[in-house]
């Protein structure tokens, strides 16, 4: 059942969360604009919230998954370097405190 979760991918890369940001901010500000047009017209506050509301819902849909379109600029890696058996057993020194001669 946890190997469904692990298959769903969570990252996103650098581009694609500039796109996403500015797909959320776009949708938040024709939502406002709307909205108080709309709530001016109706001279109903109330609708201006609700539909600034249902913009960032929508918003939130398109831009927090993180959709294929929000990943198609992959960071390249360098590969891991596989740890030797000489370096594995050494110990990094330990810090070893001088005495301070009080006056």
Not at 47 to 57: D, E, R, S
Request: glycine letters at 6%.
């Amino acid at each position: 059942m946890l190997s469904i979760f692990k298959s769903i991918p969570t990252h996103m890369d650098y581009k694609g969360q500039k796109l996403a940001e500015q797909i959320f901010q776009g949708i938040i500000l024709i939502s406002a604009v709307i909205g108080f047009v709309y709530g001016l017209i109706v001279e109903q506050f109330g609708w201006t919230v609700y539909i600034v509301l249902g913009g960032f819902a929508v918003s939130c849909l398109l831009t927090l998954p993180p959709w294929p379109m929000y990943r198609k600029n992959p960071l390249p890696w360098q590969p891991v370097v596989p740890e030797t058996s000489a370096e594995s057993n050494q110990k990094p020194p330990e810090n070893i405190q001088k005495k301070k001669k009080h006056k």
